[in-house]
């Protein structure tokens, strides 16, 4: 089984829909990461969370909002989705700061 | 703030030949640098890490990469292109700034064609 995984894998959906995407991890880190990407842009940092207690945000974080159930569970939603959401939204995991970050699958979300 | 620069968005090479994916940073503390790799429909595998031992890193698949503090460079190469090598190839970079501690800064990607 993978380490990290995300659900859903695909999803299409409608401007002004409520939607979250879940990530969970078997490697018993404590720091999780959701990044989105877009074509050209590389990956970039929507939210980090370093344990259960400790919820940051990264440099485009606006429309977004996360929560970390558990250390093993950290959810992305957005509240209102727009199109210019649409992207691929990937999480990590990190047991250290110079570490690196295992990745999960993606999710690849369509705003309509 | 830290930041990553990869050069040519689009990179081809013949099966046989040379890889070279060139990647520079900015970094105002000593960096940790890495390069992952994203086959299609995949998330983001390690290819190899940097992180202050020797400035010449080896990582899986026949990939090297060679710090250059001087040129504030980390590119990525492979003596020998496979097909199997076709995919996207991500330089990241973190460090001890205050800011940027357990965060990574990704460089735009790039491309990588093999042609047989």
């Known amino acids: 089984d993978a380490d990290v995984t995300q659900t859903p894998r695909n999803r299409i959906t409608k401007t002004g829909k409520r939607i979250m995407l879940e990530c969970s991890q078997t490697?018993?880190?404590?720091?999780m990461y959701w990044y989105r990407q877009d074509p050209g842009l590389g990956l970039r940092l929507i939210y980090y969370?370093?344990?259960?207690?400790?919820?940051n945000k990264g440099e485009i974080s606006d429309g977004y909002s996360v929560s970390r159930q558990a250390q093993a569970k950290f959810s992305l939603s957005l509240e209102s989705a727009i199109p210019n959401q649409t992207a691929l939204y990937f999480c990590?995991?990190?047991?250290?700061?110079?570490?690196?970050?295992?990745f999960g699958p993606g999710t690849r979300l369509t705003v309509t | 703030a830290q930041s990553v620069t990869q050069l040519g968005s689009h990179v081809s090479v013949s099966e046989g030949a040379l890889v070279l994916l060139r990647c520079n940073y900015s970094?105002?503390?000593?960096?940790?640098l890495f390069w992952y790799v994203q086959y299609p429909n995949q998330g983001l595998q390690l290819l190899l890490k940097?992180?202050?031992?020797?400035?010449l890193v080896k990582g899986i698949n026949g990939f090297e990469a060679e710090f250059k503090k001087s040129e504030t460079s980390f590119h990525l190469t492979k003596p020998s292109a496979h097909m199997s090598d076709a995919a996207e190839y991500f330089c990241?970079?973190?460090?001890?700034?205050?800011?940027?501690?357990?965060?990574?800064?990704f460089g735009q990607g790039t491309i990588l064609t093999v042609h047989p």
């Open positions: 970094s105002s503390v000593p960096p940790y």
């Open positions: 940097y992180t202050s031992a020797a400035t």
């Open positions: 990590a995991t990190s047991d250290g700061g110079f570490r690196e970050q295992y």
């Open positions: 490697k018993g880190h404590d720091r």
């Open positions: 969370s370093f344990d259960v207690k400790d919820i």
């Open positions: 990241a970079v973190t460090g001890d700034d205050g800011t940027s501690y357990g965060k990574l800064t």
